[in-house]
Nanobody, 124 residues
Framework: EVQLVESGGGLVQAGGSLRLACVAS????????FGWFRQAPGKEREGVSY???????YYADSVKGRFTISRDNAKNTVFLQMNSLKPEDTAVYYC??????????????????WGQGTQVTVSS
């Protein structure tokens, strides 16, 4: 059974930081790329960041310079460090996994597995 479990969400003030984690099980971690997506109320799910390896990362323009994605293959865990948070970052954040490399990383369709999501709320 494949499972992706997110954690680390919460309520923070604007300008604060959160570190999300996604623990994967039931798959060959090294063979998968991982993306972080978010969905705010009334909006479509959007890609935030993606990593295929420690040296291959991508970010949405809206989070560049503020968010950092990383992965620890030994612990089967993907992280999203979120700094300088803004109210518009408020959303449910999802971890997703896809086999192999991503051609269009921010598209939802190619991903094979999804986590349950973790709520991030940024107050002003």
């Amino acid at each position: 059974e494949v499972q992706l479990v997110e954690s680390g969400g919460g309520l923070v003030q604007a300008g604060g930081s959160l570190r999300l984690a996604c623990v994967a099980s039931g798959l060959d971690f090294d063979e998968y790329g991982f993306g972080w997506f978010r969905q705010a109320p009334g909006k479509e799910r959007e890609g935030v960041s993606y990593t295929r390896s420690q040296d291959t990362t991508y970010y949405a323009d809206s989070v560049k310079g503020r968010f950092t994605i990383s992965r620890d293959n030994a612990k089967n865990t993907v992280f999203l460090q979120m700094n300088s948070l803004k109210p518009e970052d408020t959303a449910v954040y999802y971890c997703a996994a896809r086999f192999g490399a991503a051609s269009t990383w921010s598209s939802i369709e190619p991903y094979d597995y999804w986590g349950q999501g973790t709520q991030v709320t940024v107050s002003s």
